[in-house]
């Protein structure tokens, strides 16, 4: 069967969720950002994460629901002693990301 040629195909899969996430706490200068891609490597989730001017770190993270809540849940274990508050959004994903990435 041919694919119907008026789906995109970079188009996000049904079941794709997308958190926009923002870290605060001792969360600069510690390698969180490192951390944050390395974990993004054992899941199947794609993003950025970044750091911000008023010290906080801002992570945006799309994928199938249980990849992006796994992959949420392992990094704040492993950043946990520096992550002091978590405010999180859901939003539409938008496919925008080929991988996780760090942007400066």
Sequence with gaps: MNPDPHVDPNAPSPNAERRIVHYSGRVQG????YCARQTAEGFSVTGSVRNLPDGRVQL???GNDSQVEAFLAELAARMAPNIRHVDAQRETPTGEFTAFEIRF
């Design 30 to 33: 510690v390698g969180f950002r």
């Design 60 to 62: 945006v993270v799309e």
